[in-house]
């Protein structure tokens, strides 16, 4: 039988694609005696949906949990890190869409989040494999097409070097998270 929570997760997998068993815990069982063994218990219920899978990361060999059929696991444990980064420095995150859209733009994640009384605006572009393409953030950062009266800081998680100058913010994070404390300057 699912339990409340057991629903409250497998929405967030629903949403993101795919979650860690470290990021489960960390998420709806961080003020749980006992975190780690019912984090388990938990999700070897989940796995009993039928569109829910578990499957080995290759590197770490922990367990990750993702839609059956998905591709693109980490790039999208990546991106639920870094909406558990966000939860976990006790700012509030208003708005979190995966796979956002706007004019010619898909981000990964376009995030409102505020902590500290700022409120900060997040495009996140996860690239695991090819090249950021910057030139749809500068295409509309020069339009008039960006909804809100704010430019997003755009957040690039990647372990590839990028070089390029921009009118607005543009934050690069490595895979591990290294560089991640900077999103909250002023200036890359």
């Known amino acids: ?10 929405r967030f997998i629903e949403d993101f694609g ?3 068993r ?3 815990e960390a998420l709806f069982f961080s003020n749980v ?10 999700l070897l219920n ?9 499957s080995r990361e290759p590197y770490s060999n922990q367990y990750i949990y993702h839609l059956k059929g998905i ?32 004019s010619n ?11 500290d009384g700022f409120r900060y605006y997040f495009c996140l572009e996860v690239q695991t494999e090819n090249k950021l393409d910057i030139d749809k953030y500068i295409g509309l950062y020069e339009s008039d097409d960006w909804p809100f009266k704010v ?7 990647t372990d590839r070097k990028i070089e390029v100058e921009t009118e607005f913010l543009l934050f690069v994070v490595g895979k591990n998270f290294e560089g991640w404390d900077k999103i909250f300057k002023t200036c890359p």
């Open 1 to 10: 039988m699912l339990t409340k929570r057991d629903k409250q997760i497998i």
């Open 18 to 20: 795919a979650i860690t």
């Open 22 to 24: 470290k990021q489960v």
């Open 33 to 42: 005696k006992y975190s780690t063994s019912l984090a388990n218990k938990r």
């Open 46 to 54: 989940i796995i009993k949906e039928p569109y829910i899978a578990r």
């Open 71 to 102: 591709k693109q696991l980490e790039h999208r444990i990546l991106r639920s890190e870094f909406y558990l980064r966000l939860i976990t420095l006790g700012g509030q995150i208003k708005t979190f869409v995966s796979e956002y859209r706007a």
């Open 105 to 115: 733009l898909r981000a990964d994640a376009f995030c409102v989040y505020e902590k």
């Open 151 to 157: 430019f997003p800081r755009v957040v690039a998680i």
